[in-house]
T-cell receptor, first 112, second 112 residues
Framework: RKEVEQDPGPFNVPEGATVAFNCTYS??????FFWYRQDCRKEPKLLMS???SGNEDGRFTAQLNRASQYISLLIRDSKLSDSATYLC?????????????FGTGTQLKVEL | DAGITQSPRHKVTETGTPVTLRCHQT?????MYWYRQDPGHGLRLIHY???????DKGEVSDGYSVSRSKTEDFLLTLESATSSQTSVYFC???????????FGQGTRLTVV
């Protein structure tokens, strides 16, 4: 089983729709979680950190479910400019330093 | 934007030659990471560093070595390049092992 898993999509949604992505992780001791956005042929960029209490940034809401070991990203009122690949990232605890591990990403296409 | 510079940005090399990619940061962050990104595989961790001279392997470390002789520089060496190492390589940095990471712009490497 992969340490971090995402549905690769693509998710094709109309403009204005609400869309949700999930990401599961295998290490129950993981403490820090993030969502990144990656545009084609560009580097990933931090979208938001995911806190235990959940957090919101405009149209974006991130939540953490420790019991079921997944994080989620909700995008409301989708815009054409939201089309991108969304990557979740989790710090996996190791004997040395912790390693930041990514899911394979979920592709979102917002259409007119 | 975080001060991360990758060099070179593009490189074409021949099979069997050694190649070194450089990641330079001006943020004084403790952690540095090297990833490769390939279609269908997402971002895969090659090696990471949690301090000067402190490095550890990621999930796809075979055929790669790294060095970190000072805080700001993290070098990735392909000891004898193979066609399977054709990829986009990203460097990332994070302040600590539980904080958000920031990426360089990537190096597109082609091994012919």
């Amino acid at each position: 089983r992969k340490e971090v898993e995402q549905d690769p999509g693509p998710f094709n949604v109309p403009e204005g729709a609400t869309v949700a992505f999930n990401c599961t992780y295998s290490n129950s001791a993981s403490q820090s979680f993030f969502w990144y956005r990656q545009d084609c042929r560009k580097e990933p960029k931090l979208l938001m950190s995911v806190y235990s209490s959940g957090n919101e940034d405009g149209r974006f809401t991130a939540q953490l479910n420790r019991a079921s070991q997944y994080i989620s990203l909700l995008i409301r009122d989708s815009k054409l400019s939201d089309s991108a690949t969304y990557l979740c990232a989790v710090y996996i605890l190791t004997g040395g330093g912790n390693k930041l591990t990514f899911g394979t990403g979920t592709q979102l296409k917002v259409e007119l | 934007d975080a001060g991360i510079t990758q060099s070179p940005r593009h490189k074409v090399t021949e099979t069997g030659t050694p190649v070194t990619l450089r990641c330079h940061q001006t943020e004084n962050h403790r952690y540095m990471y090297w990833y490769r990104q390939d279609p269908g595989h997402g971002l895969r961790l090659i090696h990471y560093s949690y301090g000067v001279k402190d490095t550890d392997k990621g999930e796809v470390s075979d055929g790669y070595s790294v060095s970190r002789s000072k805080t700001e520089d993290f070098l990735l060496t392909l000891e004898s390049a193979t066609s399977s190492q054709t990829s986009v390589y990203f460097c990332a940095i994070s302040r600590e092992s539980y904080t958000e990471a920031f990426f360089g712009q990537g190096t597109r490497l082609t091994v012919v």
